[in-house]
Nanobody, 128 residues
Framework: QVQLVESGGGSVQAGGSLRLSCTIS???????????LGWFRQAPGKEREGVAA????????YYADSVKGRFTISRDSARNLLYLQMNNLKPEDTAMYYC??????????????????WGQGTQVTVSS
């Protein structure tokens, strides 16, 4: 069973940057069956939403409109790592961020399913 462990969250002021990392274990990057890896977030009182995804085979990327041009998803296949570089952060980016696998892309946006695997989450807080 795959394990996903996030790190890199924290508190920053608006306009600042953070880089989240996700360590994938339990499978080698090449043997993990999920077509996509990505990041979701959940703010207090709101539903979890897809933020960014990367297709493992091709490296194609997908972003929610709210983060396009500010967030960049990337992966290090050899080290089983997934990253989310977040620039020009806004207070509305404040949320718990989750690394995820086994989800689908709907209209260019990551969407979870019953099979989605989750990390434990890392908190990102952006102050104005």
């Amino acid at each position: 069973q795959v394990q996903l462990v996030e790190s890199g969250g924290g508190s920053v002021q608006a306009g600042g940057s953070l880089r989240l990392s996700c360590t994938i274990s339990g499978y080698t990057y090449s043997s993990y069956s999920s077509y996509y890896l990505g990041w979701f977030r959940q703010a207090p009182g709101k539903e979890r939403e897809g933020v960014a995804a990367i297709r493992r085979s091709t490296g194609s990327t997908y972003y929610a409109d709210s983060v396009k041009g500010r967030f960049t998803i990337s992966r290090d296949s050899a080290r089983n790592l997934l990253y989310l570089q977040m620039n020009n952060l806004k207070p509305e980016d404040t949320a718990m961020y989750y690394c995820a696998g086994d989800f689908v892309i709907v209209n260019g946006v990551p969407q979870s399913t019953e099979r989605t695997s989750w990390g434990q989450g890392t908190q990102v807080t952006v102050s104005s």
